[in-house]
């Protein structure tokens, strides 16, 4: 049974596009994350949500929009998609917000 | 803003060997710092963690250390074996503006068999 789950796995499509991925946690954790990998393996915050609210939101272009419906699932929807928005995108969880995370398996995005 | 330094980018040891990856941060508020270890085509894994109250931590052929005064930590690992090669990233965490974890930049072990 996964733990943190994310669909798509693989995410091709054409600049300009709208796309979401998905992401449910089935470990009854408070926080979820989404991070971005890029190609020389950086990892970066996005967002962090607490108990379905909003705690961190980096500096990420509005054109990234998350939404929790409840606190086992995130979701991340991208708007106008850009080439320089291909990488890996890793949603995660924790039990708080200063204990370790449990990622998923990441959904590559690929921008043409 | 808080930085999190990782050194080396890249190890290559012999099977059997020790490994060392060291880092570096930059907020003195940083009071938790988790390891996790990628491997090819999956997410990163927590392998070991150790918050600011203590020195040391050693789980199995992994140890942790960390000097609150320098800001550094290190990880070791003992006896490597070949598949111990992956990407390990250190991170820091801190409640600075929201609690936060910021990693490393990653280093590549390869373990030679």
């Known amino acids: 049974d996964t733990a943190v789950s994310q669909t798509p796995k693989y995410l091709v499509t054409q600049m300009g596009n709208d796309k979401s991925i998905k992401c449910e946690q089935n470990l009854g954790h408070d926080t979820m994350y989404w991070y971005k990998q890029d190609s020389k393996k950086f990892l970066k915050i996005m967002f962090s949500?607490?108990?379905?609210?909003?705690?961190i939101n980096e500096t990420v272009p509005n054109r990234f929009s998350p939404k929790s419906p409840d606190k086992a699932h995130l979701n991340l929807h991208i708007n106008s998609l850009e080439l320089g928005d291909s990488a890996v995108y890793f949603c995660?969880?924790?039990?708080?917000?200063?204990?370790?995370?449990?990622f998923g398996s990441g959904t590559r995005l690929t921008v043409v | 803003g808080e930085n999190v330094e990782q050194h080396p980018s890249t190890l290559s040891v012999q099977e059997g060997d020790s490994a060392v990856i060291k880092c570096t941060y930059s907020?003195?508020?940083?009071?938790?710092f988790p390891w996790y270890k990628q491997e090819l085509g999956k997410g990163p894994q927590l392998i070991i963690d150790?918050?600011?109250?203590?020195g040391e931590k050693k789980d199995q052929r992994i140890a942790v250390t960390l000097n609150k005064t320098a800001k550094h930590f290190s990880l070791h690992i003992t006896e490597t074996q070949p598949e111990d090669s992956a990407v390990y990233f250190c991170a820091a965490g801190t409640n600075t503006g929201g609690f936060k974890t910021i990693f490393g930049a990653g280093t590549r072990l390869f373990v030679k068999a």
């Open positions: 995660a969880s924790s039990q708080a917000i200063n204990y370790g995370y449990t």
């Open positions: 907020d003195s508020a940083s009071n938790y």
């Open positions: 150790i918050r600011s109250n203590v």
């Open positions: 949500y607490n108990n379905k609210e909003l705690i």
